[in-house]
Nanobody, 121 residues
Framework: QVQLVESGGGLVQAGGSLRLSCAAS????????MGWYRQAPGKQRELVAV???????NYADSVKGRFTIARDNANNTVYLQMDSLKPEDTAVYYC???????????????WGQGTQVTVSS
């Protein structure tokens, strides 16, 4: 099994910054993409940012220029630096990883438990 443990959420004023971290542990042979999704009340979960092992990145249009995703591949950790936060960024943020647990197996998607980010106006 694979576990994703997130940290770094909290309450911040508009214009402020937060940094989220997520570490993957457990039975891991290889990690492909790692990233962040978010879900606001009454809305569907949406992609925020994703980064593959080879460094390719993808950001939601709403966060481009404000959020930066980074990875520590050696430690199976992904970070999300969030700057210039807006009230509409308020949501539960979920870490996501695509993991191969053994050679010859299949890549599976895992989720963290979620961390609340609240941006006050």
């Amino acid at each position: 099994q694979v576990q994703l443990v997130e940290s770094g959420g909290g309450l911040v004023q508009a214009g402020g910054s937060l940094r989220l971290s997520c570490a993957a542990s457990g039975t891991i042979f290889r990690v492909d993409a790692m990233g962040w999704y978010r879900q606001a009340p009454g809305k569907q979960r949406e992609l925020v940012a994703v980064k593959t092992t080879d460094g390719s990145t993808n950001y939601a249009d709403s966060v481009k220029g404000r959020f930066t995703i980074a990875r520590d591949n050696a430690n199976n950790t992904v970070y999300l630096q969030m700057d210039s936060l807006k009230p509409e960024d308020t949501a539960v943020y979920y870490c996501n990883a695509i993991v191969l647990s053994r050679p010859g197996g299949v890549f599976l998607r895992y989720w963290g438990q979620g961390t609340q980010v609240t941006v006050s106006s």
